[in-house]
């Protein structure tokens, strides 16, 4: 059974720092690129970052470039989101997701499997 599992989500003050993990099962994850998404109440899905099958390269949306960084531990088959200097506009779900592709894409279509979220909320 496919399971992506999200964690560590949580309310943070703006400026403070959160690490989401993406703990994966069921499938080979080394042969799978992760991508982070998030949605805001009312708005549509939108690309975070992404990272390779083997941890680089990596790409970011410009919105979190800079202060978002993704990693990933093959033998624990997580993913992390490290993200720093939050501010409210990162209020949102977060999602894990993970992609058999090749060519790394930003589009939430693409990706094959997905977890079920863990929300972030960034007080000012």
């Known amino acids: 059974q496919v399971q992506l599992v999200e964690s560590g989500g949580g309310l943070v003050q703006a400026g403070g720092s959160l690490r989401l993990s993406c703990a994966a099962s069921?499938?080979?994850?080394?042969?799978?690129?992760v991508g982070w998404f998030r949605q805001a109440p009312g708005k549509e899905r939108e690309f975070v970052g992404r990272?390779?099958?083997?941890?680089?390269?990596?790409s970011y949306a410009d919105s979190v470039k800079g202060r978002f960084t993704i990693s990933r531990d093959n033998a624990k088959t997580t993913v992390f989101l490290q993200m720093n200097s939050l501010n409210v506009e990162d209020t949102a779900v977060y999602y894990c997701?993970?992609?058999?592709?090749?060519?790394?894409?930003?589009?939430?279509?693409?990706?094959?499997?997905w977890g079920q979220g863990t929300q972030v909320t960034v007080s000012s």
């Open positions: 997701a993970a992609d058999s592709g090749v060519v790394a894409t930003s589009q939430a279509n693409k990706y094959d499997y």
């Open positions: 069921g499938f080979t994850f080394s042969r799978y690129a």
């Open positions: 990272i390779s099958r083997n941890g680089a390269p990596t």
